[in-house]
């Protein structure tokens, strides 16, 4: 086993281990390849500054290309403060050797370029667009953003970076800033929904907007741009800030369950509201989080105005849902219904209510203004009280007659019967079932 020290050690001795008679072999082999080396083989020193060694110790370029010359460079470690690289091989190689290694060592730089860290964002470009320029036209240039030290760093061959140096100089030229405070009660909305408003302050007036948290309700907006774009887009935001100023943002306790009556069919409700006060926004909260307020915001005497019409719509709601229930069986509403003893679709009518009759509860609801459902109880009480005693009977028809029976309609069947004005008679709907119900009064 034969241990050669790396190059960086500054150790001269090979080490062989082995059998004797190996070891001793393999060392008059080397004493033989060292001495044809020391006859064609030369080592040269020169200096190349620290800043530059890591052009030169890159093993993908300039090793390849010593390599196939047969040359060996030698670079001080990093920790090291020489600034001596050797390079050993053949007399005939090591002098072209020489030429790859100057080129690339001092082809290569990196510049540092001043530029404030809000600065930065703008010379980069919305998603880095601006960076896409250099990166196809200077390939092998790196542009470096240190937004906190206030610089950025470009490096790769000497040409380009002056030139890309030169370029991003040239496009902050005439760009500057303004600084301005914002009450962080309106930063939200300077911000707008999924930061909409922001994107379309820095698209139309060509900036880039940051925001600074300096305290918990101060605010800084820092705009970056050439001076007319910097100028217009803190004007608009003024105006904004202005505008909301002169704005409510208010919540009314409002019962979830009178939402729905608000929004109208269809927001029909709330369409008109909006078409009368355009520049009010109501937002209704989710039904699943069960919030029992509506949110209102806009110029302050509209939002007022709003907040009354919503408060008016809520009190005729509750004044349209008083309620009262009555019990009645379901085979006298029935009798009652079939003899037009008892309208209720024409109680609705004349009293401006809304009557349901639930028959698996027995139960007759009015819903309206506490009046008109009164006045509506009061009639449908009166029919109950005037109403005759309702009985029910039934009858097994014989199988041979109910098909008969069936056909007929319950006109004919009530017709055919004395006195059948104050009687009603029903089929069962199945035709394999031979039972009659008889409803009428009990005499």
Request: hydrophobic share 40%; charged share 30%.
């Amino acid at each position: 086993r034969i241990n050669v020290p790396p190059s960086h050690v500054e150790k001269d001795d090979i080490v062989v281990v082995g059998n004797r008679n190996g070891v001793y072999l393999t060392s008059v082999r080397i004493q033989e390849v060292l001495k044809s080396f020391e006859a064609s083989y030369i080592v040269i020193t020169f200096d190349v500054p620290k800043s530059q060694h890591k052009y030169i110790a890159d093993r993908s370029t300039v090793n390849s290309l010593l390599t196939e010359l047969n040359v060996i460079i030698e670079i001080p470690s990093i920790e090291s403060d020489s600034t001596t690289v050797k390079l050993r091989g053949p007399v005939d190689n090591v002098g072209e050797s020489l030429k790859v290694v100057y080129h690339r060592a001092f082809s290569m730089k990196k510049a540092e370029i001043k530029v404030l860290g809000h600065y930065q964002r703008y010379m980069q470009g919305d998603k880095n667009a601006n960076m896409q320029h250099f990166k196809t036209n200077y390939p092998r240039v790196a542009i470096r953003f240190f937004k906190a030290d206030d610089k950025v760093e470009v490096e790769g061959p000497i040409n380009d970076v002056d030139v890309v140096c030169n370029e991003l100089v040239s496009w902050m030229d005439g760009v500057t800033y303004s600084r301005m405070e914002i009450d962080g009660r309106f930063i939200n909305r300077i911000i707008g929904r999924n930061g909409l408003n922001l994107v379309n302050l820095k698209t139309e007036f060509n900036v880039v907007i940051n925001i600074l948290d300096e305290e918990e309700n101060r605010k800084f907006l820092v705009i970056v741009g050439k001076a007319d774009d910097v100028q217009n887009a803190a004007k608009e935001i003024e105006t904004q800030l202005k505008k909301f100023e002169n704005e409510e943002d208010i919540k009314v306790p409002i019962e979830q369950k009178h939402h729905g009556a608000i929004i109208g069919s269809k927001g029909k409700n709330v369409r008109e509201i909006r078409d009368k006060y355009p520049a009010v926004v109501i937002n209704f909260p989710d039904q699943a989080e069960g919030a029992d307020f509506v949110q209102i915001r806009g110029p302050r005497e509209e939002v007022f105005a709003v907040r009354d019409f919503i408060l008016e719509k809520v009190k005729e709601i509750e004044e349209l849902s008083f309620t009262k229930q009555l019990k009645i069986g379901g085979d006298l509403y029935d009798f009652l219904a079939e003899k037009s003893i008892l309208k209720l679709r024409k109680v609705q009518q004349d009293t401006q209510t809304k009557i349901d009759y639930y028959s698996n509860e027995e139960l007759v609801v009015i819903i309206g203004r506490e009046e008109n459902v009164l006045k509506a109880e009061e009639v449908i009480k009166q029919a109950l009280e005037e109403a005759p005693e309702v009985a029910v009977a039934e009858v097994h028809v014989p199988p041979k007659f109910i098909e008969i029976f069936c056909r007929l309609p319950v006109w004919a069947l009530n017709a055919a019967i004395d006195n059948a004005s104050e009687v009603s008679i029903k089929l069962e709907n199945d035709m394999n079932s031979n039972l009659v119900k008889i409803k009428g009064e009990a005499e």
